[in-house]
């Protein structure tokens, strides 16, 4: 099991850098049309496509590295009025059907991904796949994440 939680925390190191090069590239490219479009009366074909595909890697990855961190939006008003027995079930509970919508994260995004597999981006001629896997590459990061969670709730350490 430490293997798999030393895993959890690579993946988001990686993720979390990812992140934020994403965020940093998305945030020129704007600029950069912004500038084009407005000082130089030019408008750039791809800008707005490429900045709608990092912005929607940057929402499945930054969901996964909220998950990792406990900073995901949640209403704990009953939960935290549960006894402790009560809310060390129920969190067990939440890590499982979580990790079910992660399978259907893997599972459907797989499908969606190979159904798209023979489309291209009108501007920047990218197979529609490779914008589409992000669904169930962040499916597989948020598993491991929930796997590890999982079990350490059993073990009786919850970080939340």
């Known amino acids: ?29 704007v600029a950069i049309q912004v500038f084009f479009r407005y000082i130089l009366n030019h408008s750039l074909f791809w800008s707005e496509e490429l900045a709608r595909y990092l912005l929607i890697w940057l929402t499945f990855l930054g969901t996964s590295s909220a998950y990792f961190r406990h900073v995901h939006p949640g209403v704990d008003i009953i939960y935290s009025q549960m006894p402790e027995k009560l809310k060390h079930i129920s ?17 459907f995004g797989s499908q969606f991904a190979w159904f798209v597999r023979f489309q291209i981006s009108p501007a920047l001629s990218l197979p529609k796949w490779i914008i589409a896997s992000i669904i169930p590459i962040s499916g597989l990061v948020l598993m491991v994440h929930g796997f590890v969670f999982l079990a350490d709730e059993f073990k009786g350490k919850n970080d939340s």
């Open 1 to 29: 099991m430490k293997f798999l939680s030393r895993l959890s925390k690579n993946i988001n190191q990686a993720v979390e850098f990812l992140v934020f090069a994403m965020g940093l590239t998305m945030t020129l490219i």
């Open 91 to 107: 969190a067990i509970m939440v890590h499982l059907v979580c990790i079910g919508i992660f399978s259907i994260m893997i599972i």
